[in-house]
């Protein structure tokens, strides 16, 4: 019997110490991980270097300086600070990750490629003649928008694409938030970053209104000038990370 015991507690110990923890769906543990996951923490950290955000040794270890580095990261980018490579995270810092292989085809609406032109021109991207026509100079310039504005460089309008560049296109249209604590803690995010909302008063009057629609242009968001889901996400990151928990 003593025997027995001893032998399931050795198989114990063995088993214990070579198991790898898997990661979490909602994002990459501190515990050092390996195979593919480890990939996805050094191409983390490598890209958090090249941005200037210095997460220490490229070891595919999420420490407390690659944590670090990852919440400065979401705070610049305005995602909620977790400072884990959770699913978000991972979507803006490693974009290629999530390109699909075969991307959506170049839109055929000759009217909304020649407005993507006109978009492109406008925000310093040379996309050549705007004759809504995708030639290589057109493509060329989708690729340094999409650059720019962290989305798969793909050089065509795919959805994701056009939904950015021509976000008036998806405008939606729902009501405004009635919490009036939301609005308050919103115009005063609105006038910390540079964005005059008028009174903090927890109404949206028009000043507000313009302030609200300045930052959506800012932020690449639909201009609707209302505290839309979007938005308040955006303008409020910790307000939805602290109600989903």
Do not use: W
Not at 7 to 28: D, M, N, Y
Not at 68 to 83: C, F, I, M, V
């Amino acid at each position: 019997m003593k025997k027995h015991l001893i032998a399931v507690s050795v198989c114990a110990f063995l088993l214990g110490s070579t198991i790898v923890l898997p990661i979490e769906a909602s994002g990459i543990g501190r515990s050092t991980v390996k195979g593919e996951d480890y990939e996805v923490s050094v191409q983390a950290q490598r890209q958090l270097k090249a941005l200037g955000f210095n997460p220490g040794s490229v070891d595919g270890h999420v420490g407390p300086q690659t944590e670090t580095a990852l919440r400065e990261y979401q705070r610049s980018y305005r995602l909620p600070q977790t400072g884990r490579l959770d699913e978000v995270t991972l979507r803006s810092l490693l974009p290629d990750r999530f390109q699909e292989p075969s991307p959506t085809p170049t839109l055929s609406n000759r009217e909304v490629t020649t407005r993507a032109q006109r978009q492109l021109k406008a925000l310093g991207f040379d996309p050549g003649t705007t004759d809504g026509d995708i030639g290589p100079q057109t493509e060329a310039a989708l690729r340094e928008y999409q650059r720019a504005y962290r989305l798969p460089q793909t050089g065509v309008l795919d959805e994701v694409t056009v939904r950015s560049l021509l976000s008036e296109q998806f405008q939606p249209a729902p009501p405004p938030l009635s919490n009036r604590d939301t609005i308050v803690r919103a115009q005063r995010q609105l006038k910390a970053l540079g964005f005059n909302p008028g009174s903090v008063d927890g109404q949206i009057g028009p000043q507000t209104e313009a302030a609200v629609r300045e930052y959506q242009r800012a932020y690449r968001l639909p201009q609707t000038g209302m505290l839309d889901e979007a938005t308040v996400r955006s303008l409020l990151p910790e307000r939805t990370q602290s109600s989903a928990r």
